[in-house]
């Protein structure tokens, strides 16, 4: 023992001698002092134990002295502050430790007092040593040295069971009674598996160079490589040539300490031996935009897959052999598409494709034509397929052209003319039709005969001298009916004598007409005198009122009474009012079979505005003329009359799924004002009609298909 520590243990002993001295006989007084914390825990020499004394102040005191003694160990301390109330200690070891503290005032001892503070000693934790498994796999992790036990993973007990995919680390901490503890970690090596993997280049002649991409691999994993043409291979990126053209199955079997794993994938082998297959194809362009195409690829086999993308839309066409050779015809708008065709094969293995632009034309020229005025053509273009910009030149067949989208022209004789047009969107997009137009004179001679049967029924028949395959039929029989049979059947309501016209019209050529009308005599029905009436306002800009015979058609004299003592003695007359009132207005007529009647109506006859300049007249007109079908859902087939009422210019509705339709405008008269011909082939939903040359009031118009008449009524103020 060196001499150093022989006189430590001297002084000491003789420091602890006389605080025992002090304690006995001279401590009186007692002061109390705190060791923070008062109790703790040693984890080794590499970190000590540390605690905080502070003495509570006593009278008289100017400092303190300490002495320290352990049961295994000395601790050491020093002053925090500098009358030595408050020390700082570091324990070198666990074990029970008494403080001494003496308050002393100057050199004189005023008061003492000692405390024992415990110190634990630590756990010291160890855990088994860190084992190398397989990722998945499963060990078990043992710690010592403690009590109680609490793992990272909230496990608890001296040893868990993991099994970690990747290196992972699990730390625990263990307690002993005294509740001291210590920590402990431990990393297992994990080994990962072994993932296969392979990408691939096809060189000439069947060469294909394969590349190892096989991930989680060491210096010792090994290779094995199956190549589908029973040649294999332990390298670790080999290259094989093949011999014959087809699809192989290639497989790579990675293997580790730990794990082996697969990686398969087909490649395709189509440069080798025999000429390889070439995709082509032809197409030839129709009219309006329809196209064929036909396969030219060379190579090919009853086995050859064909596959068609036509650009425009329609279904991806795909099939095998001859069905794929000409794929269904497809119809294209004017513009640019691409067409690509795919051939494959399998045995032995080709495959290609090939790409065809073309400048797409669905372009169809077209017209139709009818004759108006002398020897005048208007031409019609109905053309589709166009584009803003297209072009058009007519040929008249006469030597003259024309470039309008429609053309109009007078021929100097009536003939036969070869007319033509051509339309084109661009130079390599045209289309041109050619039809003969037939200039007609006009020749038309209306005739007919008629006999008077029973019960009012009468028989037509257009007996025509002169007539062409265009020729229609307007028939007036006087009683406000007409018909459009070339030979009618019309039956009267009372007899009397009735004046029938018959019109005869080229439908092509709208200015040749010819009419003739011929008095009949209707007999063996009864002679009935019909003096009823209706009074109607008008829209004009003036009070007006329209006085309607219920039937005038076969009325030979009539008198009007007008309620203000005045008089007409004729059907169709006027009448001025010079003030509003209410009249009682008569009609007396007498009917070409002999019969006379005499009928009343009272009328209030008011001006619009109260306006004592304004002028109230009352017109005589005649009835709306009708075709005499009395099935009123057939008159009033919906159809629409836009907008009513209107300047003149106005559209109508056409009816659905009616062909062979004329447009005929009557006045309230029954004075044919304009009649149309409407074509099957202007496919139109709507018809504009323009009046504007005509007065101011009631219109009818009026469709037939010349077995039915549809019939609508509109105001017209221009």
């Not at 990686?263 to 390889?276: A, Y």
């Not at 030149?393 to 052209?401: A, S």
């Not at 009132?581 to 001006?607: D, M, R, W």
Request: proline share 4%; net charge neutral.
């Amino acid at each position: 023992m060196s001499l150093f520590v022989r006189s430590h243990k001297i002084i000491f002993s003789f420091v602890f001698v006389a605080f025992s001295v002090f304690s006995s006989k001279l401590w009186a007084q007692t002061f109390a002092f705190n060791v923070t914390p008062s109790s703790q825990c040693f984890s080794g020499p590499s970190s000590p134990g540390t605690a905080f004394v502070t003495v509570t102040p006593t009278t008289a005191v100017t400092n303190y002295t300490w002495a320290i003694a352990g049961s295994s160990c000395t601790p050491t301390f020093s002053n925090s502050v500098s009358n030595g109330s408050v020390i700082t200690v570091s324990y070198p070891c666990c074990g029970s430790y008494t403080f001494y503290c003496s308050a002393m005032n100057g050199s004189t001892l005023v008061a003492g007092n000692s405390l024992i503070i415990p110190v634990f000693c630590s756990p010291i934790l160890t855990i088994s040593s860190s084992p190398t498994l397989c990722a998945g796999s499963t060990t078990t992790l043992s710690a010592s040295g403690a009590q109680s036990y609490t793992w990272s993973n909230s496990n608890t007990g001296n040893q868990i069971i993991v099994s970690p995919s990747v290196s992972t680390t699990y730390s625990v901490i263990g307690a002993n009674a005294s509740g001291c503890s210590d920590s402990a970690s431990v990393t297992p090596n994990v080994i990962p598996l072994v993932f296969a993997g392979y990408t691939y280049s096809s060189m000439a002649n069947g060469l294909v160079m394969f590349s190892n991409t096989s991930v989680n691999t060491t210096s010792n994993t090994t290779y094995f490589w199956n190549f589908g043409n029973s040649v294999t291979s332990t390298s670790v990126s080999p290259s094989i040539t093949y011999t014959s053209n087809g699809s192989y199955t290639v497989t790579l079997t990675a293997n580790s300490s730990c794990s082996a794993n697969t990686f398969t994938q087909t490649i395709n082998i189509s440069n080798i031996t025999g000429p390889p297959c070439v995709a082509s194809f032809s197409f030839q362009a129709g009219t309006a935009g329809n196209y064929s195409f036909t396969s030219t690829s060379t190579g090919t086999s009853s086995l050859t897959l064909y596959i068609w993308k036509f650009g425009n839309g329609a279904p991806t066409y795909s099939a095998s052999g001859l069905a794929g050779i000409t794929p269904p015809p497809q119809n294209y708008s004017s513009g640019n598409y691409f067409i690509k065709l795919y051939i494959s094969s399998s045995n032995p293995f080709c495959s290609d494709s090939a790409v065809v632009y073309i400048n797409a034309c669905s372009l169809n020229a077209n017209y139709s034509y009818i004759q108006t005025i002398g020897n005048t053509i208007s031409f019609t273009n109905t053309s589709t397929g166009t584009l803003t910009g297209t072009n058009y030149l007519w040929n008249l067949g006469d030597g003259n052209t024309s470039t309008g989208l429609n053309s109009a022209h007078s021929y100097s004789s009536s003939g036969s003319y070869i007319v033509s047009l051509n339309a084109s969107n661009s130079s390599t997009c045209n289309s041109s039709v050619t039809k003969t137009v037939v200039v007609s004179g006009c020749n038309l001679v209306s005739n007919f005969t008629h006999t008077v049967l029973t019960n009012g029924v009468v028989q037509f028949s257009g007996s025509s001298s002169t007539t062409n395959s265009n020729s229609n039929y307007y028939w007036n029989f006087g009683d406000g009916i007409y018909s459009l049979a070339s030979s009618p059947t019309h039956t009267y309501v009372n007899a009397g004598a009735y004046l029938v016209t018959l019109k005869l019209q080229d439908a092509t050529f709208l200015a040749c007409f010819d009419s003739l009308t011929q008095a009949i005599n209707v007999t063996g029905i009864s002679c009935i005198a019909n003096p009823n009436f209706i009074v109607v306002p008008t829209f004009s800009a003036s009070q007006n009122y329209i006085a309607i015979p219920e039937y005038p058609y076969n009325v030979t004299a009539a008198i009007w009474y007008w309620g203000d003592g005045t008089t007409s003695n004729s059907l169709y007359a006027s009448h001025l009012y010079s003030v509003a009132a209410n009249y009682s207005i008569c009609l007396s007529v007498t009917v070409s079979c002999g019969a006379t009647s005499y009928t009343c109506f009272a009328n209030n006859l008011n001006k619009s505005n109260d306006n004592p300049f304004e002028i109230i007249q009352i017109n005589v007109m005649q009835p709306e003329m009708s075709t005499g079908i009395l099935n009123t859902v057939i008159e009033n087939l919906s159809y629409k009359v836009f907008p009513n009422p209107s300047n003149g210019e106005f559209s109508i509705t056409l009816p659905k799924n009616l062909k062979g339709l004329s447009l005929l405008v009557y006045n309230l008269v029954g004075e044919l004002v304009q009649m149309e011909e409407i074509r099957d082939d202007e496919n139109k939903d709507v018809k504009t009609v323009n009046l504007k040359n005509v007065k101011s009031g009631i219109y009818f118009v009026k469709l037939s298909n010349g077995l039915n008449t549809f019939t609508r009524k509109i105001v017209i103020s221009n």
